[in-house]
């Protein structure tokens, strides 16, 4: 029998699971969401909401797992269309081509503007990501990249190299060489470094990870043709802004700015399989280079059968569903309402930037979005700061949100902010003494802080457990319980 | 069991000439040449089928990724029931099904590589790898030998031997190649300034190239010597390919960390993983969420993974593996006598097994013929002489049989 997740969970059974990720995966990253109340177990994934196994209390996912979900959770049409390719089809075979292959190559180059008419199949954003470098420094015969600072598009070699943030490159150095970081919606910081040397300029048009901050127009406009005159391929990565997410299907199209070579993923794997492409334009030197290297990116496990199967059906809800429409309408009336919250609140909000349902509100101060989260997940709202950007919290609703559901998010977070408002009575005027700020932007002693406050809080539940709870805590048969995993062996209370 | 032949209603020239305008014209002449022209319509068992109806015997199984078979159906069951239950999940959370894949595991890799990180491709889990190792032991180099196909991102080519990685320009720094089974070789290189020392133990795209028992140990106490982590990459021969679960087994040599492939969900779910030792684990517990994946340990993936190593263990194909290989190895070593023109060697392990041909265009035409015969091979990706044989490990005898009569009239036809 393969697991599955009960329904519920006990204390005892969520302690055993944390201890099973600490002993085989991370303690840290246990100890880390523990710190904001983000180790939540999540059932009943249904559009734009999930439950959580411990506590039974529902959660707005304004995450999506970074944007892929945009065709919400458990979508049935997806689901159905997996389903049923299952009786016919596997991973299907490295190299070798199907219908389905072709299919859906043919039909998502259809729905890409201009003359992006070539498709390469990857695995996912990063995979994609390294197939678009290869591609542009292939066929240009040059070597170096402009790249955002704050962007993101994955963590392995290629991305990582283009990753717009030291903390993550700096323990695996050295990387590839010939990466140029420029701060977003500065020409003039590209038309410095821009030459006959680049082969790629790579951007995501809204910098997700990086904060939420969407490229003007003018900056797109002014890269086109500095990518123009030097013979440069513009790269964007729609990973996060596709599948309707700004408002349109690709991001590319409300600028009217067609990129060289753009790629996608996340939300291409419909939240149910995993899936990820690179389009490229039918120019030359794009053309040439891949016809005399047909192999130049082979992803194992990119472009599979049901693969295929499941981004063809993604791609059908978006269009037929014109999703864009609902992102446009939702998105306004989110930022709207966050705007309102960031006006009443002006000496801790900094500013809400968004682009269709990619939202961000940035605080004035980096170890609020911590203690955001915190509030947030109290008030049944599941969010995420941004990795590049931690003092911005951002808001990735599936596509097909309800105004009623957008207006219950926006009190949600009105009662969160309230809520934060009290802890910083404590904290803002502390924070102006600079090494108290120093030691209250540490992460490290955040989520010493986080555990220490939560352990408390949860000695509390024990003593006094409230109604609410799933089944009565024992606290004593909990300590055995820990007891015997120290010992090695598994409680009774987990099956497999 | 079910082994439904969907029939396509489309004709295959037309998504041919789709294929040519969406893809590229040389990647489609690329398949004719060795016969892959025709559309993968599915499969089944030890079978898969084209757009036509017509059935082949898989030898070529997606590079040793369908172990038990085209679309085992229990793992299928297990798939298509999860799949109303649970999705991807978020990806920072420590979700259950994370962890109980990561204590299956540990339970199913032998030795003490305890702890796990899951990738989506091959070639991913490498990058973790090699991220593992250099955060770990705070140096920047490693050393590996000639000849490893490793994947297609960044640090994973500047491991391998890959025509055309020079275009793309400075790959990743630090890396020191040095000979196949050349001890000396390697204690030169392997320095206090080596993060690892990285390796495919048997080199499935390059005839099958394995040293004797001694140089894997060697290498192992060079390793422990210098403070360098041993990174051994079984994408291939993982999953009882070569006759036990892994192939390192064999050699009485543990990694500090393995590579795993898409066997690992038999096919059915693009997943792979890292899975090392609690040490090194370390690295993860002090930087969280330092190195992540979106797709990687995908809560569906985890259900599919567990469902297949459960599979794995009530049918133990490893034996089949080992007792089909031996005989297997033997008919292909007299069909090597007897056609010494074209076969130059023989080589393999278990039910991985290459064929080295004088020319790389024999190679080719090797595949074509086969396939006409009805038996699906591709040739090394490294050494493109060779044809490689990897069945489903739940091949039978009378499979087997078959599929050396076809490599027989296949010999005779090229």
Known sequence: MAYKGSERMSIEERDYMQYLFGKHISQGQVTYLRTAHMDVYERNRKGATFTDAVSGKRFYDCFSSAG???????????????????????????????????????????????????VVLCATGSDACAAALKLAKGATGRNDVINMLRGYHGLQGFSLSANGKDYYKELFVPLMPGFHVVPINDLEAVRRVASRNIAAILLEPTLGEGGIHPATQEYMNGLRQICDEHGIMLIFDEVQTGFGRTGALWAMEQYGVIPDIMFTAKSAGGGVYVNGAVVYREIEPLVSYVEANPLFHTSHSGGTDLGCVVTGAVLDYIVENKVWENVATAGRRFKEGLEQIARENSDIVKEVRSFGLMIGIEYKYEFIAAIMSDCLAKQGLWAVFSANSPQVMRFQLTTAISQEDVDGILSGIRAAVKEMRIYLMLLLPLAKVPMIRKVLQNTKYQIKAGNWMRNLEEFGNRLFPRRAAPRRPRPLRAAFQRLRMRAGSTPSIVRK | MANVITKSAAKPNDVFQEARKVFSASYVEMLREKGHDFLEQGGAGSFLSDSEGTRYLDCYTSAGTFNLGRRNESIKVSFKKALYETDQGNIVMPSDYKSMLARRLSEFVPGNLDCVFYGVTRGDSMEAACKLARGFTARPEFVTVEGGLYGEDSFALSLSERSGKEQFGGLIPGVKTVPFGDVDAARKAITSRTAAFIMEPIQAENHCRMADSGYYRQIRSLCDASGAKLVFDETQSGFGRTGTKFFFEQLGVMPDILIIGEAMTGGMFPMTAMVFTAELKHFFDIHPLIH?????????????????????????????????????????????????????????????????????????????????G?????????????????????????????????????????
């Open chain 2, 292 to 372: 992540v994946c979106t797709f990687g340990g995908h809560d569906l993936g985890c259900v599919v993974a567990m469902a297949a190593l459960d599979e794995y263990d009530r049918l133990g194909p490893w034996d089949n593996a080992a007792d089909l290989g031996v005989g297997l190895m033997k008919d292909l070593s007299a069909l090597a006598a007897k056609h010494a023109g074209k076969i130059i060697s023989v080589a393999g392990k278990g039910l991985l097994v290459s064929i080295k041909l004088a020319t790389e265009d024999l190679a080719k035409k090797f595949c074509s013929s086969a396939r006409q």
């Open chain 2, 374 to 414: 009805g038996v699906l091979v591709n040739t090394g990706r490294v050494d493109t002489t060779t044809v490689l044989i990897r069945p489903s490990l739940l091949i039978g005898t009378e499979e087997i049989g078959r599929m050396v009569i076809v490599i027989t009239k296949t010999l005779e036809e090229i």
């Open chain 1, 68 to 118: 892929s979900f945009n065709c919400g959770r458990g979508n049935e049409a997806v689901i159905d269309a997996l389903s049923d390719a299952l009786d016919t089809y596997d991973m299907g075979s490295h190299l070798l081509l199907s219908e389905n292959k072709v299919r859906f190559a043919v039909k998502l180059a259809s729905l890409c503007p201009g003359d992006l008419n070539k």
